[in-house]
């Protein structure tokens, strides 16, 4: 089984700009998050898809948005980008069961210039 | 909100040797779940143990236990027979009973000394 799979693995942008990020789950996996990583702030929650729906979101601006399509993809949205937006963004999927492990891509590094 | 508290930014031990990372959490809740996970430098975080906060016997895998004080709300890791692979940083993290929001501390990075 295919696991967890985000691209790009890179990603250089100017401030201003925006950015979408791409998560495809394992297969069967309904529940898609995502979370920014930061040196010193460790993971912070920024939303999660289930089964196309918003179920949860956390403490992020505006600016960041997703979507989740009918086969589970889902993906990531930061418009007006600002240099403290540069971090690495983190995609995990499970089948959507609370309390279940977390399945996590390798990320996309996001820098912003 | 809850929060994670990992104090140990750094922490290191001799290869086969126990080591043993610390976690506290903060929550009004009574239902929950908690994991450590490791991020080694290929970045993909994996799941090294979880924890039904119901339960009170402590989980064990394989080299990797924990301690789980649920009144103290600490939920430690210990590492026996600690080997160079284990070396990457680990994060301990609170799953709430209403969905899929991890929240995670700001890890340790741990050193596996040969």
């Known amino acids: 089984k295919a696991g967890v799979t985000q691209t790009p693995r890179y990603l250089i942008k100017t401030r201003g700009q925006q950015v979408t990020l791409s998560c495809s789950p394992i297969?069967?996996?309904?529940?898609v998050s995502w979370y920014q990583q930061t040196p010193g702030q460790g993971l912070q929650f920024l939303f999660e898809?289930?089964?196309?729906?918003?179920?949860n979101k956390g403490n992020f601006p505006g600016r960041f948005s997703g979507r989740q399509f009918s086969n589970s993809r889902s993906e990531m949205n930061v418009s007006t980008l600002e240099l403290g937006d540069s971090a690495l963004y983190l995609c995990?999927?499970?089948?959507?069961?609370?309390?279940?492990?977390?399945?996590f891509g390798s990320g996309t590094q996001l820098s912003v210039l | 909100a809850q929060t994670v508290t990992q104090s140990q930014p750094e922490m290191s031990v001799q290869e086969a040797e126990t080591v043993t990372l610390s976690c506290t959490y903060d929550?009004?809740?009574?239902?929950?779940?908690l994991f450590w996970y490791k991020q080694p430098p290929s970045r993909q975080m994996i799941l090294v143990i979880r924890?039904?906060?119901?339960?009170?016997q402590n989980a064990t895998e394989n080299r990797f236990s924990v301690n789980f004080q649920k009144a103290a709300k600490s939920f430690s890791l210990k590492i026996s027979d600690s080997q160079l692979g284990d070396a990457a940083m680990y994060f301990c993290?609170?799953?709430?009973?209403?969905?899929?929001?991890?929240?995670f501390g700001t890890g340790t990075s741990l050193t596996v000394i040969p």
């Open positions: 995990a999927s499970s089948q959507g069961t609370v309390g279940e492990k977390l399945f």
């Open positions: 297969s069967g996996h309904r529940s």
């Open positions: 898809y289930f089964s196309e729906t918003q179920r």
């Open positions: 929550t009004s809740e009574s239902d929950y779940y």
């Open positions: 924890q039904e906060a119901y339960k009170q």
């Open positions: 993290a609170y799953g709430t009973n209403t969905g899929n929001q991890f929240y």
